[in-house]
Structures are given as C-alpha cells and as structure tokens.
C-alpha cells in the first residue's frame, strides 16, 4: 500500500498569511493525489483532485501541485475560515490510503 | 444535488456486527456506471477507506477489514449497506458514506478516484 506523509503535523498561521502544506507518497501516484479539508464535527470536503485541478465551488486561494511523490497544497491570503486540518489521499497505486493530516491553527 | 445519509446503531457489542446502511437522495444507486463507498475515521488511526461497490453489485475492499466486510446496494430502496463482523474496540470511529467520483478496476490495479460526496458521518463505539 502506498504511505502519504504529511508534513508539518500542525501549523500556526496568521489571516492573509500563505501557507503550504506537503504531502510525500512512498512510490510514485503520479497525479493521482487529491486535497481534503475538515473541519471539526464535519466531514472532509473535497479541494483538489488529480493534483491540481480544483474542485467546482472551492475557492482559488486553494492549489495544488505535484507528481510522482511530492505533493503540495498551498493557501493563498488566509482566512477565518481555513483554519481546519487537511488530508491527502491516493487514488491509484494500491488501496486509496489518507495522509496523518496538517492542522491549520490561528496564530 | 446529491446527499447522503448514514443510519445505524451508535453503538455495538464487540464480537457482534456492526450494520450501517447509506440513504441516497438527488441520486441512484443503481445508475449506470456510479459507485459507492464507507470510509471510517478514528483517533488512533485516521481516515481508513472501508470499501467502493460499482452499481453492478461488485465489491472492493480494503485488504486489511476484507475478511470481515460485506457492502452491498438496495436498489429498490436506494441505498446502500456496510456490514462489519466480529467488531473490536478498534472499530470504534465515525463512519462516512461516500460517492466516489470516479472508478475503475482492470486486471492487476484499480483506480479509486477522489470522494466528492460525504455523508454527515455517524459514531459507532464498540462496547466490552
């Protein structure tokens, strides 16, 4: 099964900060990496997928990049409400699995 | 717009199955080439994909719950079902359906794709 490491765990950012989010595969996905956010109490909302190609209603502050094994999402102008965790997940190359996830905190 | 609903009971004997069950609404089960799928999140050990089901009624599984999972669709009260047996306290989680926006599985691989849709998320706790 393919392991997502993402790095850092947790982050402390300010509103209108930018921040950038890594996602390391074990063996190369490719492109098929896809972004998610949750928020606590809610389920994971979808952000990117294929890397990089945003998902229909979420915001273009929100972009993705990579291939093969590194990923990254990044976050442009920060705001109130993009203070949550995010995970990445497979699509191809075993089992779908999910990053450990990154925890987007106020500074 | 699709939704969807999981019910079930919040909490379950360990040894016992866990049965939840996924209502669709805005959508169809049964609709060619649509999929369907349970994913579980837990303290201990994350986001854990459970299994995808293509409207055919075939079932993939995560290897590692394969021995004890069974998802299955009703059509004709359009929804969906995940069977868990012999639970532990290791499956105590929330419990997510899931649409799968895409799917594939040739010979050797699968393609799983992203999960676009989510339901609210249930807590099954598994008691001693």
């Known amino acids: 099964d393919i392991q997502l490491t993402q790095s850092p765990s947790s982050l402390s950012a300010s509103v209108g900060d930018t921040v950038t989010i890594t996602c390391r595969a074990s063996?190369?996905?490719?492109?098929?990496l896809n972004w998610y956010q949750q928020t606590p109490g809610r389920a994971p909302n979808l952000l990117i997928y294929l890397a990089s190609t945003l998902q229909s209603g979420v915001p273009s502050r929100f972009s993705g990049t990579g291939s093969g094994t590194d990923f990254t999402l990044t976050i442009h102008s920060l705001r109130p409400e993009d203070f949550a965790t995010y995970f990445c997940?497979?699509?191809?190359?075993?089992?779908?699995?999910f990053g450990g996830g990154t925890k987007v905190e106020i500074k | 717009q699709l939704q969807l609903q999981e019910s079930g009971p919040g909490l379950v004997k360990a040894s016992e199955t866990l049965s939840l069950t996924c209502t669709v609404s805005g959508g169809s089960v049964g609709t060619t080439r649509s999929f369907w799928g349970w994913i579980r999140q837990s303290p201990g050990k994350g986001l854990e994909w459970i299994g995808t089901?293509?409207?055919?009624?075939?079932?993939?599984?995560n290897p590692s719950l394969k021995s004890r999972v069974t998802i299955s669709l009703d059509k004709s009260r359009n929804l969906f079902s995940l069977d868990l047996k012999s639970v532990t306290a290791a499956d105590t989680a929330v419990y997510y359906c899931?649409?799968?926006?895409?799917f594939g599985c040739g010979e050797t691989m699968c393609y799983w794709g992203w999960f676009d849709t989510w339901g609210q998320g249930t807590l099954v706790s598994v008691s001693s």
């Open positions: 997940q497979n699509s191809f190359g075993g089992p779908p699995t």
């Open positions: 899931v649409r799968p926006a895409e």
């Open positions: 089901i293509y409207y055919t009624g075939s079932a993939y599984y």
């Open positions: 063996g190369s996905v490719s492109k098929y």
